[in-house]
């Protein structure tokens, strides 16, 4: 279901047949860039979290984690998963398939700064075997974001 709102919502756009529908998993970043035959950093992955009780979406490159402590001094508070029995229903899509895409209406988006090393990226597109190939123009263009933002730091830093 969560896959056809994201084509209803890029046919908006005429850009719903560039939906790339997988035979493989891409619901983790190593699968994707597998499966898409590309680095895990240009994997654009979304991750979910509440601030002040409201559901937020950060889009960060493959390659990163979440920094705590930038986290915090931009939202005032530590950072705090959505769990995963519940992201479906704040965001709108299942783990896996979480997407910056065809969310819920209060659900705000941020880009982090670590996707700008890049000419295009490939988030999903609400399955656990769907992506799409953007570039960063594309990308802000079809999230709706609210501010680019530097929250993470790269594995093993």
């Known amino acids: 279901m969560s896959l056809n709102n994201v084509k209803n919502y890029f046919k908006k ?3 719903d047949n560039r939906i790339i529908e997988l035979t493989t998993s891409s619901a983790t ?3 994707a860039a597998v499966s898409l035959n590309t680095t895990e950093s240009q994997i654009a ?5 509440l601030v002040a009780d409201k559901p937020i979406l950060i889009v960060t ?4 984690k979440i920094d705590n402590s930038k986290f915090k001094s931009i939202f005032h508070e530590k950072a ?13 899509h299942e783990i896996g398939g979480v997407c910056p895409f065809a969310t819920k209406e209060d659900v705000t988006t941020y880009l982090d700064e670590s996707l700008k090393r890049f000419p295009y990226v490939y988030p999903a597109c609400g399955s656990s075997n769907s992506a799409i190939k ?8 079809y999230t ?6 530097d929250v993470c ?3 093993g830093e």
């Open 153 to 155: 730091k790269y594995q």
């Open 80 to 92: 705090h998963m959505i769990p995963s029995n519940l992201v479906n229903n704040y965001i709108g």
């Open 29 to 31: 970043v190593k699968e």
């Open 144 to 149: 709706n974001y609210k501010e680019w933002i």
């Open 134 to 141: 953007l570039s960063i123009q594309e990308l802000e263009k």
């Open 45 to 49: 992955k979304t991750l979910s979290f």
């Open 13 to 15: 756009y005429n850009i």
């Open 61 to 64: 490159a493959g390659d990163t």
